[in-house]
């Protein structure tokens, strides 16, 4: 083990801690506050509090999920491709749109959710073998993946993100945005830590590791990414993961 991963563990074990009791207090506040003792400004304050400590623990569990890959570390499990694809959505509109995420989570039956994400401008196909049976690998990397793609997509679109998975042995996914596209000298660094590609003076937010966490969990999945995209013309994004072997 090296500097950095001792760098990586001390950072996740000294913020998982502070983090929890940022969580658990709010959400007490917030209990305790159904009794009518908060003003609407409090809630709402308290709210975002909630909202925003969920996303720094997520963080937290990405920067675990990558190093644990590094060691092929995996908890194999049989999913169904379509409920992890509709977990990370919902994190994604949760940080995209704001309630849409807690909406989307209360909706069980698909053609609500297809009205309902077609009002957002997104489509969510599932197609092939995985519309019916499980897929064998580490659930939380496959639906991490997911999630960083479909961030990616979401923060460059121009009105849509489409959605599409599919396969007989691999599963495969497909992601594409109507955004500005990736210049093609640009297409093999968008897979760099903290890159982030400027386009028609809009500076994304995010850190630039979204891409750079899909490539290297993909890496250790013996997994496989490609890009096509051109300027003007939107960005797709395919995944192939081959299943676990058991």
């Known amino acids: 083990m090296g500097p950095k991963d001792y ?11 502070p983090l929890s009791v940022v969580a658990v207090t709010a959400e007490g506040l917030l209990k305790k506050g159904d009794r009518g003792d908060l003003s609407e400004g409090q809630r709402s304050s308290l709210e975002r509090i909630a909202r925003n400590v969920k996303k720094a623990q997520r963080l937290l569990k990405e920067i675990l999920d990558v190093a644990r890959s590094e060691e092929h570390l995996f908890k194999a499990d049989q999913f169904y491709a379509e409920k992890v694809a509709k977990e990370a959505l919902v994190n994604v509109m949760d940080v995209a749109i704001a309630g849409a995420g807690e909406r989307l989570e209360r909706l069980e039956n698909r053609e609500e959710v297809r ?3 077609g009002e957002n401008g997104i489509s969510m196909e599932v197609s092939g073998r995985y519309a ?30 489409d959605v599409a998975i599919n396969g007989e042995s691999d599963l495969v996914i497909l992601v594409s945005d109507d955004g500005c596209g990736i210049p093609e000298g640009d297409q093999e660094v968008v897979y760099k830590r903290f890159m982030r590609l400027t386009q028609d003076d809009y500076q994304p937010q995010g850190l630039g590791l979204g891409l750079f966490c899909v490539k290297a969990l993909l890496e250790t999945m013996q997994g496989e990414i490609a890009v096509k995209s051109s300027t003007g013309c939107g960005t797709t994004f395919t995944v192939k993961i081959p299943p676990l072997a058991c």
């Open 7 to 17: 760098l990586y563990d001390l950072f996740v074990h000294d913020l998982t801690g």
């Open 115 to 117: 009205s309902f994400l």
């Open 132 to 161: 019916a049976s499980p897929f064998h690998h580490d659930s939380r990397k496959v639906q991490l993946i997911l999630q960083n793609l479909m961030s990616n997509a979401m923060k460059y679109r121009r009105k849509r993100m």
